[in-house]
């Protein structure tokens, strides 16, 4: 029987994700990180582990026929491999930096000037849309410390939180690229992987959809009900069932969690008890 064969990385920021985002699925892979290839549990499904670095060409190259890899290192690959969906997690930008104590009078700035990065090509496309022309350098890793050992004078490099930058005296003063993981698959799979994938894609579809939602139920005078189904954007409308105290009824509902709190306080104000909100692992439509 033929297997999907997916890529992730192997150790750093997004293996961990990838793996508890396939155990959420059912698919339970083993986690020895000597091994470079492993039969998963719960799924017809090898799984590579790899550099992130080299995900987009072995999918690309069909080694592997899905990838689970930042979207950065995608684009800046330039492999040809299709985007088939973001995965929620290892979320990033690209950015500009420069020394903290010099003025930014805008992307002029940069004429001329010396910038260290990991990224080449998303810089040069970035800066050739803009008509700057700077020297790009290309350094792997610690492209933060460039600018204070004398090897550029700004840099384009992976911001989170700005920590990194901050304490190496550098300031953000561009976002270029926004990143996350994603899925990425292989152009030409054969019809047989392509329907295991579907399968998979599916699988995952449920598990990120559900993430922000939440499941909520309370009791209410039945009275109230055509209020309560005004407030509650259900999935389709809210779930009403009788309770066995006369007059009453009990109300479930899917919900986001954004719109959560706002919610249940215009509940409770029509006489909503017993709210109780469950998260949800999985909400398959
Ligand atoms: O060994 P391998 O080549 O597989 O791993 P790697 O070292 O190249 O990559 P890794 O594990 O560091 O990151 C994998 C992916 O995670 C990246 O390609 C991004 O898509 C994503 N990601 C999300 C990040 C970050 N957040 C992140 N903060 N990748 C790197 N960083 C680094 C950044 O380079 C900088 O040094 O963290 C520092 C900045 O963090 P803050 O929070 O201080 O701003
Ligand atoms: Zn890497």
């Given at each position: 029987m033929t297997n999907l064969k997916i890529a992730i990385q192997?150790?750093?920021?997004?293996n961990e994700k990838s793996i508890e985002l396939l155990r959420n699925a059912g698919i339970t892979v083993n986690d020895s990180k000597r091994r470079l290839l492993t039969h998963a549990k719960g799924f017809p499904l090898d799984v590579l582990y790899l550099r992130d670095d080299d995900i987009p060409q072995a999918v690309a190259m069909g080694v592997a026929d899905m990838g689970i890899v930042g979207r950065n290192e995608v684009a800046e690959k330039q492999f040809e491999v299709e985007e088939t969906m973001p995965l929620g997690f290892g979320g990033c930008r690209i950015s500009l930096a420069i020394p903290d104590r010099d003025d930014y009078?805008?992307?002029?700035?940069?004429?001329g000037k010396r910038v260290a990065t990991s990224y080449p090509r998303i810089l040069g496309d970035f800066f050739s849309r803009n008509g700057i022309e700077a020297d790009v350098h290309t350094i792997e890793?610690?492209?933060?410390i460039a600018p204070t050992v004398g090897m550029a004078d700004a840099i384009f490099d992976i911001v989170s939180s700005g920590a990194t930058l901050v304490s190496n005296g550098l300031k953000e003063v561009e976002s270029v690229f926004e990143s996350e993981a994603v899925l990425i698959s292989?152009?030409?799979?054969s019809e047989e992987k392509r329907k295991l994938a579907s399968h998979l894609i599916f699988r995952l579809e449920s598990i990120i959809e559900s993430r922000d939602m939440k499941y909520m139920l309370m009791n209410l005078p039945a009275d109230r009900v055509a209020e309560a189904t005004a407030i509650l954007p259900g999935m389709r409308s809210p779930t009403v069932l009788p309770l066995a105290q006369e007059g009453w009824c009990s109300i479930h509902v899917v919900i986001e969690e954004s719109k959560m709190w706002d919610s249940i306080e215009r509940l409770k104000a029509i006489g909503a008890e017993g709210i109780l909100v469950i998260t949800m692992e999985n909400m398959i439509k």
């Open positions: 192997a150790k750093g920021r997004l009078t805008g992307l002029t700035y940069f004429n890793g610690s492209v933060e292989n152009p030409s799979l």
